[in-house]
C-alpha cells in the first residue's frame, strides 16, 4: 500500500524557517520524482517544488524561488522542503505528492503569523 506521510509544519512567524518531511512507504521511492505541493483556504493546490528520482534536478514556484529548498534521502524514503525566510502568504497545507501516480499525502499545516 502505497503511503506518504508528511510531518513537521506548525506556525512560524514572518521571517522564520520551518522543515517539513515526507516519508515515502509502499513503493520504492528512489525510482520516482516527488513533489510538494499546498493549497491555501479559497486557493487551488499548487506546485511547490519538484525533484528527480536521483535528486539532481529541481524546479521551484517563482512565488518560493531562493526561499525553498527541496531535497531527498533515497536512503531514508525521505523527502525534504526547507523553507526559509517564511511569508504570510505561504501558509497553507503543504502535501508530498508522486503526482505520475496521483499519491498524495494527508498534509501538513504550515502557519505564518506573527
Known amino acids: 500500500q502505497v503511503q506518504l506521510v508528511e510531518s513537521g509544519g506548525g506556525l512560524v512567524q514572518p521571517g522564520g524557517s520551518l522543515s517539513v518531511s515526507c516519508v515515502a512507504s509502499?513503493?520504492?521511492?528512489?525510482?520516482?520524482?516527488m513533489s510538494w505541493y499546498r493549497q491555501a483556504p479559497g486557493v487551488e493546490r499548487e506546485l511547490v517544488a519538484e525533484?528527480?528520482?536521483?535528486?539532481?534536478?529541481?524546479n521551484y514556484a517563482d512565488s518560493v524561488k531562493g526561499r525553498f529548498t527541496i531535497s531527498r534521502d533515497n536512503a531514508k524514503n525521505t523527502v525534504y522542503l526547507q523553507m526559509n525566510n517564511l511569508k504570510p502568504e505561504d501558509t497553507a497545507v503543504y502535501y508530498c505528492?508522486?503526482?505520475?501516480?496521483?499519491?498524495w499525502g494527508q498534509g501538513t499545516q504550515v502557519t505564518v503569523s506573527s
Open positions: 505528492a508522486r503526482p505520475r501516480f496521483n499519491n
Open positions: 509502499g513503493f520504492t521511492a528512489r525510482l520516482y520524482a
Open positions: 525533484i528527480s528520482s536521483g535528486g539532481r534536478s529541481t
